[in-house]
């Protein structure tokens, strides 16, 4: 059963770069897409970005298409989200989610998610 913790959120100012981890600790994340969500305070929750079971494709929201990168590596059992020069508005709570389906932009399409991870951008 897939098993999702996220992890590398923190506080960071304006301009600087974090890299989220998505760790399977249940070892089935192979046969997956894997997607990356967030919710701002007062905001529904909205697709950030995906990549697909063996990491070959990828998909992005528009607000972070040229900023975040999502990358897959299966022998880890890791997804992983680049988020480079970062912005206030980038606040939220993000979480990862495990799905059958690729790419999946509807939360309600993804079966497993994780506990989420914390990001806060200082300007």
């Known amino acids: 059963q897939v098993q999702l913790v996220e992890s590398g959120g923190g506080l960071v100012q304006a301009g600087a770069s974090l890299r989220l981890s998505c760790v399977d600790s249940?070892?089935?994340?192979?046969?997956?897409?894997v997607g990356w969500f967030r919710r701002a305070p007062g905001k529904e929750r909205e697709f950030v970005a995906a990549?697909?079971?063996?990491?070959?494709?990828?998909y992005y929201a528009d607000s972070v298409k040229g900023r975040f990168t999502i990358s897959k590596d299966n022998a880890a059992n890791t997804v992983y989200l680049q988020m480079n020069n970062l912005q206030p508005g980038d606040t939220a709570i993000y979480y990862c989610a495990a799905s059958l389906n690729f790419p999946m932009l509807d939360s309600k399409g993804y079966p497993y998610w994780g506990q989420g991870t914390q990001v806060t951008i200082s300007s």
């Open positions: 249940g070892r089935t994340f192979i046969r997956y897409a």
């Open positions: 990549v697909n079971w063996d990491g070959e494709h990828t």
